[in-house]
């Protein structure tokens, strides 16, 4: 039965360089990637060495937890550098592009005519499954467990966010067969969740074989985590797997054309870019010719692939985190600046009325990295509160990693969240803690203590 959410804690933090809603295509870059860092729990194994020759779809690396969950290059071309860091932790797989993408061939076939094991061993095979992740722990969903649900969320609520109703093209036969493959999985409900103010697009709407739920309020109510913890919570021992709906077009690919086609269309954001748009381009793709095109202001700037509030940074010649539809550029900030917080602000952002800038509630403001501040003792605020939409006490969940009590992180909600749950209280954090880390440390403190 479908659900109509209303969400009423959070926090939609207007940005200036929204992108147009305009796609341009670029020619194919040179260089590609995938970067073991995006696949938390991931302990990778090399399957290539440098100077092999690849195929989209070829598998580049696998789990040494789970081996049949490989990772496979979204590009034909040659292995040309394996970057490692410390303790020789393997960073990146870069790959010289082929000109013309060439694909290794897979399964074609119709969905509802096969069964689970079928429809496992073909995502498997091509390096597709990785797209699905899981609640708890937000990991790369383990396919020899079955979820009690499914969740899509078609919307994104994160600050210059892209578009996914601009994105997702109304009449793609892909998503309706990406549903269909991934109805085989669970024995539960997909939950389509779309946004409840708007016009939504119609390859949400006329989408069969799902749940589509109405969820309307500020961010984060485009987290797929919120959704989840409101329609089908995360209780000790359950699991819940999701994916974005651009990654339900490219098991949908898979199926009817055979092969791991990796495109999808990302947003490039931000007030330092100068022509804020849409480019079609291919997952694990050098950035540099995208921003580029872009252009960029002059100064100092940071490149975010991923939201804002929760990407990760990466340099101009860095490359398309393996989940992100999203590129930001945004000031450093790190200028010093005369006054501080003691100044006016009418340009400043804040949640409370700290400045005169809340007299100006449409005005979109140009935010850099300054954190304004130091750590500060981590103490109750409720500034938290205001902006966590879930029924768990934030504060006390963090302080209990800090401490390491498993136990009491359990009876705090540490099944029901990642990092993103966490990132606009990061951000409204007057003490400067840094929650998204402390999350993560916590999640792997109880995949450890359980595996």
Not at 11 to 32: C, D, R, W, Y
Not at 89 to 108: G, P, Q, V, W
Request: some cysteine.
């Amino acid at each position: 039965m479908s659900a109509n959410i209303k969400i009423k804690k959070g926090l939609n933090i207007k940005l200036t360089g929204q992108a147009a809603l305009s796609i341009a295509s670029l020619p194919l870059p040179e260089l590609f990637a995938i970067k073991p860092p995006d696949f938390a729990g991931l302990t990778p194994k090399l399957l290539v060495k440098v100077g092999d020759e690849v195929l989209a779809g070829t598998p580049l690396i696998y789990d040494k937890n789970n081996e049949n969950i490989k990772f496979s290059s979204p590009v034909s071309g040659e292995v040309v550098e394996i970057l490692r860091g410390g303790k020789r932790r393997i960073m990146e797989i870069k790959i010289l592009a082929d000109k013309e993408i060439k694909y290794a061939s897979f399964t074609k076939a119709n969905p509802s005519n096969l069964d689970r094991k079928e429809i496992t061993d073909n995502l498997l095979s091509s390096g597709v499954w990785p797209f699905i992740r899981q609640r708890p722990f937000g990991t790369v969903a383990n396919p020899a467990e079955t979820p009690k649900s499914i969740f899509i969320s078609a919307f994104d609520t994160n600050p210059l966010a892209a578009d996914l109703n601009f994105t997702m093209p109304g009449d793609d036969p892909n998503f309706q067969t990406g549903i269909n493959a991934l109805k085989k999985l669970t024995d539960g409900n997909i939950h389509l969740n779309i946004n409840n103010r708007g016009n939504t697009s119609p390859v949400f709407t006329q989408a069969k074989g799902v749940v589509i739920n109405k969820i309307s309020g500020p961010h984060p109510a485009g987290n797929v985590g919120v959704q989840i913890h409101h329609i089908d919570p995360v209780n000790k021992g359950e699991i819940v797997w999701y994916i974005n709906p651009q990654d339900v077009l490219i098991i949908g690919r898979l199926f009817n054309e055979g092969r791991f086609d990796a495109s999808r269309i990302i947003a490039l954001t931000g007030s330092q870019v100068k022509n804020p748009k849409y480019y079609s381009t291919v997952l694990g793709a050098s950035i540099k010719n995208i921003v580029d095109d872009g252009g960029l202001e002059d100064g100092d700037h940071r490149i975010i692939s991923g939201s804002i509030l929760s990407g990760s940074q990466v340099s101009i010649y860095g490359y398309l985190g393996f989940y992100d539809s999203q590129l930001a550029v945004i000031p450093e900030g790190n200028e010093f600046e005369f006054m501080g917080w003691l100044a006016p602000g009418f340009k400043k952002y804040s949640m409370s009325r700290a400045f005169f800038s809340w007299l100006q509630p449409k005005k979109e403001f140009d935010i850099d990295t300054n954190l304004h501040g130091e750590e500060r003792p981590f103490v109750m605020t409720g500034q938290y509160e205001k902006v966590f939409p879930m029924d768990i006490y934030p504060v006390q969940l963090l302080k209990s990693i800090l401490i390491e009590d498993i136990d009491m992180m359990e009876k705090l909600g540490i099944y029901e969240v990642v990092e993103e749950d966490f990132a606009l209280c990061e951000f409204v954090c007057t003490s400067k803690i840094k929650s998204q880390e402390i999350i993560r440390r916590g999640l792997n403190m109880v995949m450890k203590e359980f595996s």
